[in-house]
């Protein structure tokens, strides 16, 4: 990829952050700062060059991203095709506007839980997934490899997948999940390609520190059978989101159109001068 105009890449993506629903905390909607997006969609970009990519939930909004920026010829390289998957209809909605707007049609959105099985259209028809999952600090690390299953699921086991989750060496949970999902990785004949470690910061008002890494794991070479997707088992949904918070909710759905970018009427109310 040739260098990219730093000005113009930040400018899109500020038109993707203006455009993204405000974050739910409760399902660890926790969204990655701006500058750490930029060079996330351009390594994802070149990353997926040419391959057919599907986002395991993306509130973040890199799919957005990397489609914009080479829609715009920022990057001259990326991705043929982006699905979203994402249980929030919010920001499967934002995505198709954006989408519509900005004229990108390689770009769409699915409403989906990763609790439930996969429709079985999509099984097998991705080269390469993308999953910045709940971290899975209260629950061993359950929900990272609920959303690394599904995206191997897409993959049909034989593809890439890049995981971004927590990276913090002052804490330890994070040091259990990142192995319980390299085990994962293991386990389903795949192998850890590589590392980007403590890469991105995030909103995240109780903890600015804490930081995500890049895991890159890959299919170990072989022929496989079209995989079977089952939903996931009762006990893989406790203390999904945190503590006490298990998955128990199907779809967040929007009530009304928003428009991101502007103050809502609930936000403010006019006074006039007196004439
Ligand atoms: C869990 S958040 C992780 C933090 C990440 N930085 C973000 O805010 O996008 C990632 C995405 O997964 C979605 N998500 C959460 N639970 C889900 C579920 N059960 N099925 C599908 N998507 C889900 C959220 O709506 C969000 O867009």
């Known amino acids: 990829m040739r260098d990219i105009n730093l000005k113009d890449a930040i400018n899109a993506v500020s038109d993707v952050v203006q455009n993204r629903p405000r974050p739910l905390r409760d399902f660890d909607q926790i969204y990655m700062k701006t500058g750490d997006m930029v060079l996330q969609s351009e390594l994802v970009a070149r990353w997926a060059k040419g391959k057919r990519l599907a986002f395991i939930g993306d509130g973040d909004a890199i799919s957005v ?67 910045n999952p709940p971290w899975g600090a209260s629950n061993g690390g359950e929900s990272v490899k609920a959303f690394m299953q599904r995206g191997l699921e897409v993959t049909g086991y034989a593809g890439e997948g890049l995981v971004v989750i927590a990276d913090d060496h002052d804490r330890d949970w994070p040091q259990f999940v990142l192995a319980e999902a390299q085990k994962f990785a293991l386990a389903s004949d795949q192998y850890v390609q590589k590392m980007h470690s403590k890469m991105h910061l995030y909103h995240l008002d109780d903890a600015p520190e804490l930081r995500s890494c890049n895991l890159f794991i890959r299919a170990l070479p072989g022929d496989r059978a079209t995989p079977i997707s089952n939903p996931l088992e009762q006990d893989r949904l406790a203390n999904f989101y945190g503590r006490g918070q298990p998955l128990t909710i199907r779809y967040v759905r929007e009530k009304k159109r928003v428009d991101y970018g502007k103050a809502h009427d609930e936000e403010y109310s006019i006074e006039s001068m007196e004439g």
């Not at 920022?74 to 900005?102: L, M, W």
């Open 65 to 131: 991203c990397v489609a914009l920026l080479q829609a715009r010829d920022i990057f001259d390289e990326g991705p043929d095709e982006i699905t979203v998957f994402d249980f929030d209809e919010r920001i499967c909605s934002a995505i198709e506007r954006f989408a519509d707007y900005a004229g990108i049609t390689r770009l769409t959105a699915r409403l989906y839980n990763c609790a439930e099985a996969l429709p079985s259209d999509v099984i097998g028809k991705f080269d390469c997934f993308y999953t």
